[in-house]
């Protein structure tokens, strides 16, 4: 892609429209379909443009965690009391550096609703928590710790609240499905019975523009360019940059080489077709970053880098584990575990079994395996000495692990070589206001563009917290699909 295929077309260039609609959504994942079901809702004629040949992009391949808070009917049901405020503490503190603190707001605030919103279009909840370490629930359990809210340090900043809400996980006409197509199969059934239409292989490569306003979209179905006219507004929701080799270079380069939890349609056009007509980016560098550990063995392990020091809470997030060792361990780890504390994590439930592989060495004392690992003389010995001092005493005054997972290692142990057991996306993006307006560099709203998703800079800037891609992308999504269908900006 050249950025001279890149560059607004004036409108007067245009010489034959093939589609004209009110509000014109380029991406049919969990952003565009938010937006359409608003603009349609708002009497808005709608056209989703979609490259694929269906609807869902990443979203439909989700665990589908949508991370909501403040008092859910769902966290309520299972008793846990939340509060936009307690949830607002944990993601400012979660989620930066440089947090979005007015997004960050506005979300948590905006949360009850919009779980309500979301339930309204047929999205189900199962009333179940799963409350063990994990990315995932096993079953179709409607909500579990998805962001290290009840693990140090944040469990000492916010009342720690389950927020991971999954949609349940099981359709019973066509079988099993993930959480991520049961939150994409109701809206977008909900979209087209609103009357949105959607053109599929259709994929968005320029934007039309009129002086400053956008007025359209260049796109290209089966091998031709069209033109199609939006009267209203254009909402870009064509995902993030995960797979653009060049932006991931030029801006987030420890995913080189890794990109993961991201679908190859994200290649970043969305985000370069607005640059190209001014709009602002915001943290292009921050990214999610999964880590292929088994979270039951590490919380009941210690993950050591590469000089054989503990370095993050093993209980933890495994998003927060992954972030840890990527930015701060050059991507170096190992996990170090006893037999008694294997076999109990191996006895355990898990929705990632693709995790659980055979150590890479064992050894009968903690010694023979530092000298195995290679690590030098004394390292991993005295990491081991003083973590099952303090265990014994169920402390963890290093990284405050919980007490119910503080034991001291004993007799046989292994080690799990996890050096570059890292992928994941993006989460930078265009820069817009709480209205999923797109601004223009120069800070003012760009006319007639709107974008959600992950084109776009959300509310996790630095950290992340499982469901934030899901749940902002649908909140601002909306916002997107309001503020386009009253056209005007003023
Ligand atoms: C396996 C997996 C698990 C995940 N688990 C979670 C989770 O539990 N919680 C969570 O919050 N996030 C999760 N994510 C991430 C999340 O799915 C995405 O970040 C989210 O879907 C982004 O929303 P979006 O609307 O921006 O993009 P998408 O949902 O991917 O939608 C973008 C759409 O735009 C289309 N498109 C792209 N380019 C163009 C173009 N030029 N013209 C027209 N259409 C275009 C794509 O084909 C796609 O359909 C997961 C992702 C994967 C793959």
């Given at each position: 892609m050249t950025a001279g295929k890149l560059r607004p077309v004036p409108a007067a260039a245009i010489a034959e429209w093939h589609e004209t609609a009110d509000v014109v959504i380029a991406g049919y994942g969990i952003a565009g379909v938010s937006a359409a079901i608003e603009a349609a809702r708002s009497g808005a004629q709608v056209l989703i443009l979609e490259r694929t040949s269906g609807w869902g992009g990443a979203a439909a391949l989700a665990g589908g965690f949508v991370y909501l808070g403040g008092g859910t009917p769902l966290q309520r049901a299972l008793g846990f009391e939340d509060s936009a405020e307690n949830m607002e503490k944990f993601l400012l503190a979660a989620v930066g550096p440089g947090a979005d603190a007015a997004k960050i707001a506005d979300y948590c605030r905006g949360s009850l609703e919009h779980y309500d919103w979301l339930v309204g279009n047929g999205v189900p909840f199962r009333e179940a928590l799963w409350d063990e370490p994990g990315w995932e629930p096993p079953h179709d359990e409607g909500l579990a710790y998805s962001g290290g809210e009840n693990a140090a340090p944040f469990n000492a900043v916010a009342s720690p609240a389950p927020r991971g809400h999954v949609p349940r996980m099981r359709d019973k006409r066509t079988g099993e499905r993930g959480g991520g197509y049961m939150l994409m199969k109701p809206l977008a059934e909900t979209a087209e019975a609103l009357g949105v239409r959607v053109s599929y292989d259709v994929r968005l490569t320029r934007l039309i523009?009129?002086?400053?306003?956008?007025?359209?979209?260049?796109a290209r179905r089966y091998g031709r360019e069209i033109a199609v006219r939006a009267e209203l507004g254009v909402v870009l929701a064509t995902g993030g940059f995960a797979y653009s080799e060049q932006m991931v270079a030029d801006h987030a380069p420890r995913l080189i080489g890794r990109p993961g939890a991201a679908i190859e349609e994200h290649d970043g056009v969305g985000i370069l077709a607005a640059t190209a007509f001014g709009a602002a980016t915001a943290h292009m560098d921050a990214t999610e970053v999964a880590f292929f550990g088994d979270p039951q063995m590490m919380a009941r392990g210690i993950l050591v880098n590469g000089q054989g020091q503990r370095y993050v809470t093993e209980d933890t997030y495994p998003g927060r584990i992954g972030q840890a060792t990527l930015f701060?361990?050059?991507?170096?780890?190992?996990?170090?575990?006893?037999?008694?504390?294997?076999?109990?994590?191996?006895?355990?439930?898990?929705?990632?079994?693709?995790?659980?592989?055979?150590?890479?060495?064992?050894?009968?004392?903690?010694?023979?395996?530092?000298a195995d690992m290679g690590l030098p003389e004394l390292a991993l010995q005295t990491t081991v000495e003083v973590y099952n001092?303090?265990?014994?005493?169920?402390?963890?005054?290093?990284?405050?692990?919980?007490?119910?997972?503080?034991?001291?290692l004993t007799g046989a142990v292994a080690a799990f070589d996890l050096r570059g057991a890292t992928a994941g996306f993006p989460l930078g993006g265009l820069r817009t206001d709480l209205d999923s307006r797109v601004l223009h560099v120069s800070g003012e709203p760009i006319p007639g563009l709107f974008a959600a998703g992950r084109c776009t800079a959300g509310i996790c800037t630095g950290g992340y917290v499982s469901g934030a891609s899901l749940g902002d992308g649908s909140f601002y999504g909306r916002r997107a699909g309001l503020a386009a269908a009253k056209g005007e900006v003023e």
């Open positions: 523009v009129d002086g400053e306003r956008v007025v359209g979209v260049l701060h361990q050059d991507n170096q780890a190992f996990l170090v575990i006893d037999e008694q504390a294997h076999e109990e994590a191996l006895a355990t439930e898990t929705a990632t079994p693709v995790f659980r592989v055979p150590p890479t060495w064992a050894a009968e004392t903690v010694a023979e395996l530092e001092t303090y265990a014994a005493q169920g402390l963890d005054p290093l990284f405050g692990k919980k007490p119910e997972w503080l034991r001291p």
